[in-house]
């Protein structure tokens, strides 16, 4: 792929605010380690869903609620305590349903325990379809 060039432009601003792009103006956005701390994470990704095309996708990488009984109990005891020192973190949002509640499709995900504190430490990876 030599010499071809990509526009990547990054917004710097909140999340939950409304996103200075037009209505199905972008192809792709790329979503990492955010919607845990996001206050509103729904409200996110629909400023996401409206900017993207209709063929448009989401990448992301997050953590977020395990499906082990044992440890997401575990978050849900950790998050109070979490989001204050963490930045607003929510160790216990189950992120699919997240997406998949904002309207997009799951068309490859991919979840798994990292190294680490298993409470931290469960991610989700994927692509998702506006």
Not at 99 to 114: D, H, N, P, Q, V
Request: proline share 8%; net charge neutral.
């Amino acid at each position: 792929m030599s010499g071809a060039h990509i526009q990547v432009e990054f917004l710097l601003q909140s999340a939950e605010d409304p996103v200075p792009l037009p209505d199905s103006s972008i192809d792709t956005a790329v979503i990492t380690w955010t919607l845990c701390s996001i206050p509103n994470a729904p409200r996110a990704l629909q400023q996401v869903k409206r900017v993207l095309k209709g063929d448009g996708r989401i990448i992301f990488l997050e953590h977020g609620r395990a499906p082990d009984p044992a440890v997401s109990q575990w978050q849900d005891g950790l998050t109070p305590m979490w989001k204050r020192i963490g930045g607003g973190c929510h160790l216990n949002r189950k992120i699919d349903d997240l997406i998949e509640a904002a309207g997009f499709r799951i068309s490859e995900l991919k979840t798994s325990y990292l190294s680490g504190p298993r409470p931290m430490t469960y991610t989700y990876q994927g692509l998702a379809l506006a």
